[in-house]
């Protein structure tokens, strides 16, 4: 029941931006990128930084509990908590290093361009491609194993919608009109990052934990 309830917290945490149009100095959905709430050049941006970060050590404190139950099962399945583990550690970095300037909501500042900002660019790219490889390998890795292949078909196709969001933001860098909409893209892309980390600690939670070795050891062999 406490990975169920984690799971739900995390989820609801994950999407703090829902709170932008109540606390936000600045709020623009449809245009800004959800860090851009939690900016150095924003009043209200401490309380969304720190909204980021818990999310994120929520994250990590979920990625733990649930180590003991998937990574046993398969190096796949190993690999792809890593993966989720450093993403969740990139949440909780994100909100520690805010960018300068909220740009994208329209705020009256430039950004500094300077070591903070140029680790929160790095920081974000790293959360992008971890997001990515664990949506890849915990998706295989739950299609390999016949107690769990539900599970992975539904990361597939929660992974398959997370990046069609970033390609559409992606393409927005060479694209006024798509920039324009990234944050109609990030958003949902949280949304569904979301419901994917409740049903990942729902399906997960009766799962026993393994030790490394036995039973999972031959799985780890795969």
């Known amino acids: 029941m406490a990975i169920i309830v984690l799971g739900a917290v995390t989820a ?5 931006w829902i709170l932008e149009g109540m606390l936000a ?6 245009r800004s990128w959800v860090s851009d709430l939690g900016a150095r050049s ?8 720190a909204l ?3 999310s994120g050590l929520a994250l990590c404190a979920l990625t ?8 046993p099962r398969s190096r796949v399945l190993r690999w792809g908590m890593i993966a989720l583990a450093v993403s969740a550690v990139c949440t909780v970095v ?9 740009e994208s909501l329209g705020a009256p500042c430039r950004s500094a361009h300077d070591l903070l900002d140029a680790l929160h660019a790095a920081e974000s790219g790293i959360s992008v491609v971890a997001a990515i490889a664990g949506f890849a390998l915990l998706g295989e890795g739950f299609r390999r194993d016949p107690e769990l292949r539900v599970l992975g078909i539904a990361t597939y196709v929660c992974g398959v919608a997370w990046v069609l969001c970033y390609g559409f933001i992606t393409v927005g860098f060479v694209s006024a009109t798509l ?18 980390v409740a049903l990942l600690a729902a399906a997960l939670a009766s799962v026993p934990g393994l030790p490394r070795g036995g039973r999972a050891g031959m799985l780890a062999r795969r």
């Not at 609801?12 to 703090?16: E, F, K, P, S």
């Not at 994100?94 to 909220?102: H, K, L, N, Q, W």
């Open 94 to 102: 994100d909100g520690v290093m805010p960018f300068s300037c909220a």
């Open 179 to 196: 920039d324009g909409l990234k944050g109609s893209f990030q958003r949902p892309a949280q949304v569904v990052l979301g419901v994917w």
């Open 12 to 16: 609801i945490l994950l999407n703090y």
């Open 42 to 49: 924003e009043s209200t941006g401490w309380l969304f930084s």
């Open 64 to 71: 733990a509990l649930l180590w003991s139950r998937v990574a």
């Open 25 to 30: 100095e600045h709020s623009d959905p449809t």
């Open 52 to 54: 980021d970060s818990v």
